[in-house]
């Protein structure tokens, strides 16, 4: 099992950026994938959530409506298409296995075990 996240970047106020997160070895009846960002100085936040159960979505308050998560058809990549970026939006982007419980979103299990990919930047900055 395995997750590995790219397409950060430095990206204007206003502008968009693509991030992909190759995922591997998930059953998908089982498959629930999401991201999560670390600003300097700040905690962890949880950004967006996709499972497998009827494709649920989720987002946190900062994002909706500039941000979209999907996948790819063979569940094979998660993307999160960031539009409208903001200086706020600067941090180290992750993705994870997630779940949702009443709309929250959290970092999840898969059978047992969190997982992780390698964080890429994001640097929104005029």
């Known amino acids: 099992v395995q997750l590995q996240a790219s397409g950060g970047g430095l990206v204007q106020p206003g502008g968009s950026l693509r991030l992909s997160c190759a995922a591997s070895?998930?059953?998908?009846?089982?498959?629930?994938i999401g991201w999560f960002r670390q600003a300097p100085g700040k905690e962890r936040e949880a950004v967006s959530c996709?499972?497998?159960?009827?494709?649920?979505?989720a987002y946190s308050d900062s994002v909706k409506g500039r941000f979209t998560i999907s996948r790819d058809d063979a569940w094979n990549t998660v993307y999160l298409q960031m539009n409208s970026l903001k200086p706020e939006d600067t941090a180290v982007y992750y993705c994870?296995?997630?779940?949702?419980?009443?709309?929250?979103?959290?970092?999840?299990?898969?059978?047992?075990?969190?997982?992780w990919g390698k964080g890429t930047q994001v640097t929104v900055s005029s």
């Open positions: 070895g998930f059953t998908r009846q089982y498959w629930a």
């Open positions: 994870a296995t997630c779940t949702l419980r009443s709309g929250s979103i959290s970092v999840g299990y898969y059978f047992g075990e969190e997982y």
């Open positions: 996709l499972t497998s159960g009827g494709d649920t979505t």
